[in-house]
């Protein structure tokens, strides 16, 4: 009997023939050769079900499987019910896996195996260039940033499938478009999280991006995962300290003087009910506050010295960790800009 292969690639379409072939390819010319690759066509009605079959024929190490639409989570689910593989990497249908991936992430999850879930940082190509996305690296950081977003690139994923297993992990149909954030958030109750700082995968922006297409939706799931993570830290918010979270997490918002004063009180509350539930670790929870209370008032430099001032008022101004030379451009852009709005 053939041993199990120590990856199983997991990779799930619809009408994706516009970058598929590059996308597959990537993964077939990895340097880490151990795998499978299950290509899961859900129901598409392109020219995506010719490509998958053609590259089958090339390369044996390929598992494709046909499908009516069911939904990217459903086909996802399917695919980890079918993995064989001790670790399962994700991957979409318009990226591009770096050839080194899969040889990097093994070896780390081989030195590690209190991780269950690696990813990486990634490239952005494509409609608005590149951009690196720089996820942080250490488990108690990215844990405490998921309480307001995902930090971990799902394409970029290796998962220790024994632990999922272990944990009845899998993807929620409830959280579609969101699927991959709400799973991160329950794994981190049974498992570590980790992601390895180096560009392992090329993420391709278009206007055909599920995440593109579906942005409302994505918002919407969200808010519902962001919402799972108050209760169990204890609180259980209004409509209107809700509404405040998802803004401060999806980054939608007008900086005036009293969405600067709630936010400050919303996150002072957050940091209160860890110190009793003390859900998140610290000190990372106080620097991931203190990032985000920096980032909201640097966009709050028009109203001036007042943003100076406020953002100086609390402790979380310390957990942001900011430099004397980023606290100096800072009070810099404030003075500049209470002298254009005097």
């Known amino acids: 009997m053939k041993p199990a292969p120590r990856v199983s690639f997991l990779m799930a379409v619809y009408d994706g023939d516009m970058y598929l072939e590059e996308a597959i390819q990537s993964v077939l010319n990895q340097s880490f050769t151990d795998f499978e690759f299950i290509v899961i066509n859900d129901g598409s009605i392109d020219e995506t079900s010719q490509i998958i079959e053609r590259y089958r024929q090339l390369d044996g190490r390929i598992r494709a499987y046909e499908q009516p639409n069911c939904g990217l989570v459903a086909a996802l689910n399917r695919g980890l019910e079918l993995a064989c593989g001790e670790y399962v990497a994700r991957m979409d249908a318009d990226d591009i896996s770096v050839t080194e991936r899969t040889a990097a992430q093994v070896a780390f999850m081989d030195a590690h195996p209190e991780v269950g879930i690696c990813g990486t940082w990634i490239e952005t190509?494509?409609?608005?260039?590149?951009?690196?996305?720089?996820?942080?690296?250490?488990?108690?950081?990215?844990?405490?940033?998921?309480?307001?977003?995902?930090?971990?690139?799902?394409?970029?994923?290796?998962?220790?499938?024994?632990?999922?297993?272990?944990?009845?992990?899998?993807?929620?149909?409830?959280?579609?478009?969101?699927?991959?954030?709400?799973?991160?958030?329950?794994?981190?109750?049974?498992?570590?999280l980790a992601n390895i700082p180096e560009v392992l995968l090329r993420y391709r922006l278009h206007s055909q991006q599920v995440v593109q297409k579906h942005e409302a939706e994505k918002l919407a799931s969200a808010r519902l995962v962001r919402l799972a993570q108050l209760e169990y830290l204890g609180i259980q918010p209004t409509k209107e300290e809700l509404a405040l979270h998802q803004a401060l997490s999806a980054w939608q918002f007008q900086a005036t003087s009293d969405f600067i004063n709630a936010s400050l009180a919303w996150l002072h509350?957050?940091?209160?009910?860890?110190?009793?539930?003390?859900?998140?670790?610290?000190?990372?929870?106080?620097?991931?506050?203190?990032?985000?209370?920096?980032?909201?008032?640097?966009?709050?430099?028009?109203?001036?010295?007042?943003?100076?001032?406020?953002?100086?008022?609390?402790?979380?101004?310390?957990?942001?960790?900011?430099?004397?030379?980023?606290?100096?451009?800072?009070?810099?852009?404030?003075?500049i800009r209470r002298r254009a709005y005097v």
């Open 125 to 192: 190509f494509g409609s608005n260039g590149a951009v690196v996305r720089r996820y942080p690296a250490d488990d108690a950081t990215i844990r405490s940033w998921l309480l307001f977003e995902s930090v971990l690139a799902h394409p970029s994923i290796m998962m220790r499938r024994e632990l999922l297993v272990k944990a009845d992990l899998s993807y929620d149909v409830g959280s579609v478009h969101a699927e991959d954030y709400d799973l991160w958030v329950r794994a981190a109750r049974h498992m570590v």
């Open 269 to 335: 509350k957050l940091k209160a009910a860890n110190d009793v539930a003390g859900i998140y670790p610290e000190p990372a929870l106080l620097r991931v506050l203190g990032q985000r209370w920096f980032a909201l008032c640097a966009t709050a430099t028009p109203l001036g010295l007042w943003t100076l001032k406020t953002f100086q008022c609390t402790p979380l101004s310390a957990g942001a960790g900011l430099t004397w030379i980023q606290m100096l451009k800072f009070a810099v852009k404030c003075g």
